[in-house]
């Protein structure tokens, strides 16, 4: 898929096929995704796929902060990517001051790109994704046994869209674009 149009075409799918998504299909996107640029190249970012149904729905039941959207949406996802961080390197020199005023913002820009990515080298495989970011995050992490010494940036629900979405309106280049 050309990137321009990978791009244009990805969309937030909410509502999936019944099938699952092959976990060969999940390394090729992960193999994909691990491209995303990152803060000195710290390559922080891991991702933990759920492709149980029982934890899928018990994380819908118990890590959504009773968010209805969100654990509908789960309910039928055939697959949950759980995009976390290794805290402490983002944004921080070796010994442990903050590189700049963005101090630990870093670590969730670098998140949000290697999410960003997840989703676009997904589209491009055929899987549909969408963000979600409401939840319990020490109730998933604890959950899945994600280590301490991560933080948890961002839930992706994945699977073989039903549908695809109508685009929303966008803004203009001119609307966002500034030259000095």
Not at 48 to 53: A, E, L, P, W, Y
Not at 92 to 104: A, H, I, R
Not at 122 to 149: C, F
Request: charged share 25%.
């Amino acid at each position: 898929m050309e990137v321009f149009e990978c791009i244009k075409t990805r969309r937030s799918v909410r509502r999936f096929e019944d099938r699952p998504v092959e976990r060969e299909t999940i390394q090729k996107i992960v193999d994909a995704a691990i491209w995303a640029p990152s803060w000195k190249n710290s390559q922080t970012t891991r991702y933990t796929v759920v492709d149980k149904r029982e934890i899928i729905d018990d994380i819908a039941e118990n890590g959504c902060c009773d968010f209805a959207f969100n654990t509908k949406t789960l309910k039928q996802t055939p697959v949950l990517i759980v995009v976390s961080y290794v805290k402490g390197i983002c944004g921080f020199e070796k010994d442990g001051s903050y590189s700049t005023d963005k101090k630990e913002g870093w670590q969730m820009f670098d998140a949000g790109v290697a999410a960003q990515t997840f989703a676009l080298a997904a589209h491009a495989q055929g899987v549909g994704t969408v963000m979600l970011g409401i939840y319990d995050a020490a109730y998933i992490q604890e959950k899945l046994g994600i280590p301490q010494t991560e933080e948890v940036a961002v839930l992706l629900a994945a699977g073989y869209e039903k549908f695809t979405p109508d685009a929303p309106t966008r803004k203009t280049a001119e609307d966002v674009l500034r030259f000095v």
